[in-house]
């Protein structure tokens, strides 16, 4: 930031920190600039003619953790680099001292750089271990986990995040209730000089203080398999599984951070944002029966296990017998049929999913009355209004549930309507051939004027008088002379 920038916002010194970097390869610090598009980190030197150009972080723990985690997860190469965590104001100075003792080690100079040192794999599972922590049942429909005055609004605005918008999104009161949104939500980080957006998922997550804050799991590039994850070293193996099914397959005792604690767990992959999920095995549910097909005690334990399962048998919505593999994700917190995500494109992998569920009561956080819910279950086209756009813009339509994708179709217009105007009626048709075609129908023929949208026959008294006149009178008319 330049001297005339620093007297018109003396404030944002304060507020913000910078992110140092040393290149193991050349040992040298400098301040980051960003990231590219190639995933490589962008410096300049640590000097006051570069301030414009430094990166700056919100100080808020919180929302550092989340900033850095997405960051890290995108750049190339991670392990290349040692990254520390200065007050802006500082900056220069410190990164003058972090080179003293890069060039010149001594057992002061190495707590000193362990102080400002910033290690991704513990900012990478702090929003993981509050889920090892807390409970991940399913809230009752009505219960409410966290208050909205819990939440620090202040560092949501920053986030482009205020209540009001929340609220016209639809998006607090699943939040409140310690839901996952179950879809990206775009987001911004306003630091005054520079502005970061992405899109990610979100959750609330308690503090040992008692506060509330917004988890942010931005999208990651791919998986991060080459860091321990709560004390577990990933596998080939494990690896393979992860990146064709999105789930680990089988149950590892993974550390709490905290306590040291080893608690049973299975692994998977959220497949909106690349990120790892753990869940422990004495939160997974099983059901007894799926698609018919009741499962016996060992083919549970083996659900259980985080194990893929072979079911045969099953029956279709269609009423078709079917055989699949199914296994419990650990994200999703239910059995899903299992399919490989390694051949396939997301768009490719969200048309093949099928998730082992009913029709949803819910469309876009609007739920359904009971009637319409029947239809709609039934395979119906269902009008539905009062829904709300990412903008806060009420909008209308009509769904319908298609029972072989198990997807609900979303449209403006009734899709029987567009139907029946792509298959029109006898009555139109025979509308058509008289005034357009130069036709003629019998129960029509004498009337002079255009027939109306689907009619087929005489529909008011002059029209009636006219097809009851004579034929010879009709024909007898000749040209004036």
Do not use: C
């Not at 990231?35 to 640590?46: A, C, N, R, S």
């Not at 549970?300 to 017998?321: D, N, V, W």
Request: no cysteine.
């Amino acid at each position: 930031m330049s001297e005339q920038n620093k007297i018109k916002n003396p404030l944002l010194e304060e507020l913000t920190d910078i992110l140092l970097v040393l290149n193991k390869e050349k040992m040298r610090i400098e301040a980051v600039k960003g990231i590219d598009k190639d995933g490589k980190l962008e410096t300049v030197p640590v000097d006051k003619k570069n301030q414009n150009q430094f990166m700056r972080v919100d100080k808020h723990g919180d929302v550092f953790s989340n900033f850095f985690a997405n960051f890290f997860s995108q750049l190339k190469n991670p392990t290349h680099f040692s990254f520390f965590k200065v007050p802006a104001s500082e900056a220069i100075d410190t990164a003058k001292e972090i080179q003293k003792n890069v060039d010149t080690p001594t057992k002061e100079g190495e707590a000193f750089l362990t102080k400002l040192e910033v290690k991704e794999p513990v900012a990478h599972n702090q929003e993981n271990q509050k889920n090892m922590e807390t409970t991940q049942t399913t809230p009752e429909a009505n219960e409410y986990r966290f208050k909205p005055e819990q939440i620090d609004w202040e560092t949501m605005n920053n986030l482009g995040l205020s209540k009001e918008k929340l609220e016209k999104m639809n998006l607090l009161e699943p939040l409140l209730k310690g839901y996952k949104t179950n879809e990206l939500v775009p987001i911004s980080l306003n630091l005054g000089t520079a502005i970061t957006r992405m899109d990610a998922r979100l959750s609330l997550q308690p503090t040992e203080d008692g506060k509330v804050v917004m988890a942010i799991h931005g999208i990651r590039k791919e998986p991060q398999l080459s860091f321990p994850f709560f004390g577990h070293e990933f596998s080939k193996e494990d690896k393979d599984n992860l990146l064709k099914t999105s789930n680990m397959g089988h149950v590892v005792d993974l550390t709490n951070l905290k306590t040291g604690e080893k608690i049973p767990s299975i692994i998977s992959v959220d497949r909106l944002t690349n990120e790892l999920v753990a869940l422990r095995t004495d939160k997974i549910n099983i059901p007894n029966e799926i698609k018919g097909v009741k499962l016996n005690e060992e083919q549970k334990q083996t659900l259980l296990e985080g194990k893929p399962l072979y079911i045969e048998g099953m029956i279709s919505k269609k009423g078709t017998a079917f055989d699949a593999t199914v296994q419990f994700n650990a994200d999703k917190r239910f059995v899903e049929f299992l399919f490989d995500r390694s051949n396939t494109n997301k768009q490719t992998q969200g048309s093949q999913q099928t998730q082992l569920q009913e029709a949803p009561k819910t469309f876009r956080d609007k739920e359904l009355d009971n009637e319409q819910y029947q239809k709609f279950k039934d395979g119906q086209t269902v009008y539905v209004s009062g829904l709300v756009d990412k903008k806060g813009k009420e909008y209308n339509g009509y769904i319908t549930f298609n029972k072989e994708t198990n997807k609900t179709d979303f449209s403006f217009q009734n899709p029987n309507k567009i139907k029946e105007q792509i298959n029109p009626t006898e009555a139109h048709k025979i509308q058509t051939a008289v005034n357009s075609e130069g036709k003629t129908n019998k129960a029509t023929k004498n009337i002079k004027e255009p027939l109306q949208s689907g009619q087929t026959n005489p529909d008011n008294k002059k029209q009636q008088e006219q097809q009851e006149e004579p034929e010879a009178t009709t024909k007898s008319k000749g040209r004036k002379m």
